[in-house]
């Protein structure tokens, strides 16, 4: 059984930062191809943020690039999503979710997802 669970969000003003970080067990997380999603009450679960199996390929939703960071750490089976210059837009829940391609472009190409965990940007 494959299990991620998020940490790290929390309420931060306009400006901040968040490192928001997924640990995952129950398998070799160097298989899985990661991502960071989120969804905004009332809208549909977007990507944020996702990087290949290997850690070589990542990509970032337009209104991140610059902003955000995804990384990865083998070594403690942790997947990271820095976000700095954080924006009241930015609020949502945050999911990480993992997929078995080696690289995984849309929700539901990947299999595993985290609970979630709530990140809010205050004006």
């Known amino acids: 059984q494959v299990q991620l669970v998020e940490s790290g969000g929390g309420l931060v003003q306009a400006g901040g930062s968040l490192r928001l970080s997924c640990v995952v067990s129950?398998?070799?997380?160097?298989?899985?191809?990661m991502g960071w999603f989120r969804q905004a009450p009332g809208k549909e679960r977007e990507s944020v943020a996702r990087?290949?199996?290997?850690?070589?390929?990542?990509y970032y939703a337009d209104d991140v690039k610059g902003r955000f960071t995804i990384s990865r750490d083998n070594a403690k089976n942790t997947v990271y999503l820095q976000m700095n210059s954080l924006k009241p837009e930015d609020t949502a829940v945050y999911y990480c979710a993992a997929s078995s391609r080696v690289v995984a472009d849309v929700k539901w190409e990947f299999n595993y997802w985290g609970q979630g965990t709530q990140v809010t940007v205050s004006s």
């Open positions: 990087m290949s199996r290997s850690g070589g390929t990542t």
């Open positions: 129950g398998r070799t997380f160097s298989s899985y191809a």
